[in-house]
């Protein structure tokens, strides 16, 4: 196939020196015993690159379940030290590894990389291979286009094997897998800071205790008998106190189309529930004091009807990676002026696909176009860029994932929103804000609890 490399606009401040490789081509019906032989159950190469600089897939770090109420979080890798720092000084020697994103918080803000050795950390429990595995032939998109969901994949990656010969469909099932990226079944947050940073003062917009289940991982659940919810999340709002005691429902679509997402909030003395329609998209994100919209959390969040996704090709770059250490640590203490604290955070090499989303005709919101990096063994979209009306490069989105053996699964852990126009940024996380601890358990949560008619019923005055 002929490669199809977009490439940076000439109106961004930054050229990048990436030369993106086309993953081998594959046709659109895949081989599922690819994921047991060259691939691993995720989809993801199993061999290490030409160097060793990334070595080979081994079945990722796993460890016994811990009771349902104890925390999950360890420490990993503290005997390590960097192999290099990354830095405005010696940005062009790692050019070709940085996204455009991680160049400009770089070059205008002065942030700096420590690069680690790679660690593929990456597992999932077995009925998910099992599933994902399945989903390779059940799996398909919408028929009016794959930016509305897919049908027929439930508890794997529903498209593990890139159709990677029409860079459309191609693109559609890269979003769709960032969107559905493991995070677990039922995990509880004891507290999740929602943090800004602005002219370098930090400022606690919303701190939540957050429930999250996902229907669409459920060990028991069919195609048949899948209600079409990724997952249904319960956030209790404890500070700051004016908005303390405040609820929200939110639950997440597989497929647009037949089941739209859908947001109910519980205000404080209003005593009633109330849906929320205009939370998506470009709203802007009421955590996020106006840097950040609904859409911008998780580097993509949400629907993503509004674009057309584009396969770009696959890789190498330097991703933040294993950053178990935000978990122990405090939000004061991670967050600096610009970006998060370079100690906290680990950079590692590892191969990522590249995805562009561009809008489609008819449809408007304030990132015309933008970029996202799929780490290959995880699904998760661990960076991303967006650019404005005018193709100005304006923002930039990480993920900061940890391993959590016991679960098993390298997952979200923090995520950040950063304004490439004033050096503002957003942070939510699983993390301490004295005098409140932030912790990650895998409770079994009742099912009501995501009920909106439940929470209404809960209501008070």
């Known amino acids: 196939m002929k490669r199809r490399d977009f490439g940076l606009l000439a109106s961004t401040s930054l050229a990048t020196a990436a030369v993106f490789r086309p993953a081998r081509a594959q046709s659109a019906s895949p081989d599922p015993s690819l994921l047991t032989t060259t691939l691993t159950p995720m989809g993801a190469e199993r061999a290490g690159n030409a160097d060793g600089s990334i070595p080979a897939w081994t079945g990722g770090m796993v460890s016994s379940p811990l009771p349902p109420d104890q925390a999950v979080g360890v420490q990993l890798f503290t005997d390590e030290q960097p192999l290099y720092t990354v830095d405005a000084s010696n940005i062009a020697q790692y050019q070709h590894l940085l996204t455009p994103g991680t160049q400009a918080e770089i070059t205008k803000f002065g942030r700096s990389l420590k690069v680690y050795p790679t660690h593929r950390t990456a597992a999932l429990p077995q009925y998910i291979y099992d599933n994902t595995t399945k989903n390779v032939t059940r799996a398909q998109l919408d028929p009016q286009g794959g930016r509305f969901g897919f049908t027929g994949a439930v508890c794997g990656a529903p498209f593990p094997i890139i159709d990677t010969s029409d860079p459309l469909v191609g693109g559609a099932q890269l979003i769709w897998n960032h969107l559905t990226a493991w995070n677990g079944f039922y995990t509880s947050g004891s507290f999740n800071p929602g943090v800004v940073v602005i002219a370098g003062k930090l400022i606690l917009v919303s701190g939540t205790v957050s429930r999250t289940v996902h229907p669409y991982y459920d060990p028991d659940v069919t195609p048949d008998s899948y209600d079409g919810y990724l997952s249904k999340a319960h956030f209790y709002t404890q500070a700051p106190s004016v908005v ?22 519980l205000l404080n003395g209003q005593g009633r529930v109330r849906k929320a329609p205009d939370e ?27 674009y057309d996704w584009t396969y770009i090709g696959k890789q190498e770059m330097l991703v933040p990676y294993n950053c178990n250490a935000i978990a122990f640590g405090n939000v004061q203490d991670i967050l600096q002026p610009h970006y998060i604290n370079p100690d906290y955070v680990r950079w590692e090499k590892h191969r990522v696909w590249v995805v562009e989303a561009n809008l489609h005709p008819g449809e408007r ?12 063994d995880s699904w998760y979209s661990l960076l991303g860029e967006g650019y404005d009306a005018e193709m100005n490069l304006v923002k930039a989105y990480s993920i900061y994932n940890w391993c959590v053996p016991s679960l098993p699964g390298t997952i979200q852990l923090a995520t950040t929103t950063h ?43």
Do not use: M
């Not at 470009?282 to 509004?306: K, L, R, V, W």
């Not at 919101?365 to 290959?376: C, G, H, I, K, S």
């Not at 996380?429 to 932030?438: A, D, I, L, T, V």
């Open 244 to 265: 303390q005691g405040q609820e929200t429902l939110v639950w997440h679509s597989t497929n647009v189309n037949i089941h739209p997402d859908i947001v109910w909030t």
């Open 280 to 306: 998506a998209y470009d709203t802007p994100s009421p955590a996020a004091d106006g840097i950040a919209n609904i859409d911008e959390a998780t580097c993509f969040y949400g629907n993503p009807s509004q």
């Open 365 to 376: 919101n304030v990132n015309a176009r933008r970029r996202f990096y799929l780490d290959e």
């Open 419 to 461: 304004s490439l126009i004033t050096g503002d940024y957003t942070f939510n996380g699983n993390c301490s804000y004295p005098p409140f601890k932030g912790s990650l358990t895998l409770n079994n949560i009742p099912r009501t609890t995501f009920d909106p008619q439940e929470l209404a019923a809960t209501a008070s005055f």
